[in-house]
């Protein structure tokens, strides 16, 4: 199966600087998304180690990756970006969320860490697949609080973990068929600004991933653009 994939990164409206970093390989089926987050330039380190270290550790990777070695690529930026953390005063503190998708064999491959998601365009609709590590996700899966309370929650942005706050951190791994469907993951740049139905009907009008990627962060922007966004789209292709 041949996958076409496209990414797209914007500072957005209200930010400084863009801490939001990703990567793409549609040869190898990876795609990665961070967030990062804490003072100065910190944040933006942090969303890059992150990226880097996942895309060097599953490339070094020959024979397929396995649910353990993502796992494995996932701790080691964390630890990463740990160590960096404690070596440099100007770095205390900084962290990120990440999600790293891995396509191949009819299955897709997922591993998340914060608040950033990946969802699947099916015939039934838009699925997401990640659960966000924050107590306001937990209160909108227990049905305390609706969809739109919590896309506005101004606590949404806290979460119960990141990588590089601890020497450990609980990757949350999870396998799903595959077969060609269109693939998103984002940062919640995106996901604050617009609801599921709104990224649904964009990705639904925009096949190509380059042009759905264009409109998603144009309309993330249009709705206020209060964080950096960043989006990477991928499917199956004819060819
Ligand atoms: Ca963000």
Redesign the pocket.
Known sequence: MAIAAAAMTDVGKRRPNNEDAYHIDDARGIFVVA?GMGGHLAGEVASRIAVEVVRSTLEQRRNGISRRVLKEAVEAANLEIYRRSHQDRSLDHMGTTVVVAVVGNGHLLLAHVGDSRAYLLTEEGLQLLTDDHSLVFQWLKAGRISAEEARCHPQRAGLLQALGMDVEVEVDLQQVPYNGETLLLC???LTDMLRDEEIEEILRCQPDPAQACQALVQEANAAGGR??ITVVVARETAD
């Open positions: 967030d940062s919640d740049g964080d950096n």
